[in-house]
C-alpha cells in the first residue's frame, strides 16, 4: 500500500541534488517514511533512469540483518559500543566491510539508514566525502543531523532535507472523500502507516501503541530517563495547550497543581525544558518563538509548542477531547513548514482611543509569520468566522504596516474571498491544496 504515497516532491528534491559532491541527510520524525523514501522510492527512480542497480549500496544501522554482516571484519571486536548513552554500531567494522564491497575508479550511490546509529558517523562520512565516486544519501531521526551542525561538521558539504509526515494532498492520493479524509487527518494525523490501518480502532492502537513504546520510550533510553510519568505528563500538558503561549515555568506551576496533594515529587523549570528540549531532537515537536513585527525582534518567552503529528498530539493526551481551533492552528503550522516556510507568532501593537480620547495601545497576536527567502507573509487562523470575531481576526492583521500578503484561514472547507484592503480569506482546502493558494 506504500507505493500510493509516491512523496513526489521529496523524491524530485533528491533526484535534483545528485552528484553535488554533498551528503544529503534526510531527517526527520521516526515512522514518518524516511526509509522508504530513501531505500524504494528513490532508489526505483535511479534504476528507472538507468543507474545500474549492483552499484547502489544500501545498510539500514536499525537492521540486526544488515549488522550482522560486519562481524568478519577487523577489528575481531562487538559489532556495538557504548557511547552516547546508546548502543552504536562499530565504526571500523563498518568501514572495513564498505571498503570491500567498492571497486575503485567506480561510482556508487551510498544509502545509509539511521546514521545517527553508527559510532562516529561524521568521521566515517568525511571520510568518504574524498572519494569522488561515491554520492552519499543518508537518514537520521535526532537533532545531531540538524542544518546548523551540518554546516559546521561537514564544512559546507552536507545539506539537510527534512520530511515531515504526509501532506493532507498525499493523503487525498488514497482516500478519494476530502471531507471524510479531512474527519480522520483531524484524529489521526498522517503518519504513513497509520493510515495503513484497516479502520479507526486500529488507527487509535497503532497511535498509542507508537508514543508509548517507540517515541517515549526512545527519549528515555537515550536521556536515560528514569522518571518515566513526569516526561509523558509533561508533554501531555504540552498537547493540551497547543496554541496557546508557555513557558516551562507555566508548565511547571500546572503540574504541581495537579499533582497537590499527592506523594509525588515536584518538576522543576529545568526538567520541563530539558523534556521540551528532548521532544525537539526527536522532531515530535517544534518550539516556536514570538516575533515582534513593529521592532523586527524576536521575543524568547512565552513560546509556543507544535506537534509535528496531529495524531501524536491526539495519543499525548490519550484521544481526549480539546478545542478544534487549537487542532485547525497546529495543522496551519505544519503545512506552511511543509511548504518551506520558518514560522515565528507575530506580536503588534494595537492603537486604541479610549472613551477620554487618551491614546493607548496593546499587542495583539498574529497567529503566524511565515518567511521563506525574501518572502514574508501574515497568517491568522480562526476555525470559524461570524461577523464579530471575523472583524476581530482582521483588526490584527490590519495593524501590520506593511505590504507583505495577509490571510485568514478559516475552518470552513472552501472559502475565497478577499477584503476592500487586500487581506485574503481561504477555507483550510484551499490552503491545503492549492499549490499557490499562499501567492495570491
Not at 63 to 74: A, C, G, H, K, Y
Not at 76 to 85: D, I, N, P, W
Not at 199 to 215: C, D, F, R, V
Request: charged fraction near 30%; charge should be neutral; glycine fraction near 6%.
Amino acid at each position: 500500500m506504500d507505493e500510493i504515497y509516491p512523496r513526489t516532491k521529496e523524491v524530485n528534491r533528491l533526484w535534483e541534488s545528485r552528484n553535488n559532491g554533498k551528503i544529503k541527510i534526510i531527517v526527520g520524525i521516526r515512522r514518518c517514511g524516511k526509509s522508504y523514501l530513501l531505500n524504494t522510492l528513490f532508489r526505483n527512480r535511479l534504476v528507472q533512469e538507468g543507474f545500474p542497480e549492483d552499484h547502489i549500496f544500501s545498510f539500514a544501522f536499525d537492521s540486526i540483518s544488515d549488522v550482522e554482516l560486519l562481524r568478519p571484519f577487523e577489528p575481531s571486536r562487538e559489532l556495538f559500543l557504548s557511547a552516547k548513552g546508546m548502543e552504536l554500531v562499530d565504526d571500523f567494522k563498518f568501514y572495513a566491510y564498505l571498503k570491500s564491497k567498492l571497486r575503485t575508479g567506480e561510482k556508487y550511490v551510498l544509502l545509509l539508514d539511521e546514521i545517527q546509529l553508527l559510532n562516529r558517523f561524521s568521521m566515517t562520512l568525511n571520510a568518504l566525502l574524498r572519494n569522488p565516486g561515491l554520492d552519499i544519501y543518508v537518514t537520521g531521526s535526532n537533532s545531531f543531523l540538524l542544518s546548523k551542525d551540518v554546516a559546521t561538521t561537514f564544512a559546507g558539504r552536507g545539506e539537510t532535507l527534512p520530511l515531515r509526515p504526509l501532506s493532507f494532498g498525499e493523503i487525498l492520493t488514497v482516500e478519494k472523500d476530502p471531507y471524510q479524509a479531512y474527519s480522520s487527518f483531524l484524529r489521526f494525523g498522517s503518519l504513513p502507516l497509520v493510515w495503513k490501518a484497516e479502520n479507526e480502532e486500529a488507527k487509535t492502537q497503532e497511535l498509542i501503541s507508537n508514543w508509548e513504546e517507540i517515541y517515549l520510550k526512545d527519549i528515555r533510553e537515550r536521556h536515560s530517563i528514569r522518571t518515566e510519568g513526569k516526561l509523558k505528563e509533561t508533554l501531555s500538558l504540552l498537547a493540551m495547550q497547543v496554541g496557546s503561549p508557555v513557558s516551562a515555568q507555566k508548565i511547571e506551576a500546572t503540574f504541581d497543581s495537579l499533582q497537590r496533594g499527592a506523594k509525588k515529587k515536584r518538576i522543576t523549570d529545568d526538567t520541563v525544558n530539558a523534556y521540551i528540549s528532548y521532544a525537539e531532537d526527536s522532531f515530535l515537536v517544534e518550539k516556536v518563538g514570538r516575533y515582534q513585527i513593529q521592532g523586527r525582534k524576536e521575543l524568547m518567552s512565552p513560546f509556543k509548542v507544535y506537534f509535528t503529528d496531529i495524531g501524536l498530539l491526539q495519543a499525548a493526551i490519550s484521544f481526549r477531547s480539546i478545542g478544534r481551533g487549537h487542532i485547525l492552528e497546529n495543522i496551519v503550522y505544519n503545512h506552511l513548514r511543509y511548504l518551506g516556510y520558518r514560522v515565528f507568532v507575530g506580536v503588534v501593537a494595537l492603537y486604541q482611543k479610549e472613551m477620554d480620547q487618551n491614546a493607548t495601545y496593546r499587542n495583539a497576536e498574529i497567529d503566524f509569520v511565515a518567511v521563506k527567502g525574501e518572502e514574508t507573509i501574515y497568517v491568522q487562523v480562526a476555525s470559524a468566522l461570524d461577523e464579530e470575531n471575523e472583524e476581530r481576526e482582521l483588526r490584527s492583521l490590519r495593524a501590520i504596516r506593511s505590504s507583505n500578503r495577509k490571510f485568514l484561514i478559516t475552518g470552513d472547507y472552501y472559502r475565497k474571498e478577499k477584503t476592500e484592503d487586500g487581506i485574503n480569506i481561504a477555507g483550510i482546502f484551499d490552503f491545503l491544496l492549492e499549490e499557490d493558494c499562499l501567492k495570491r
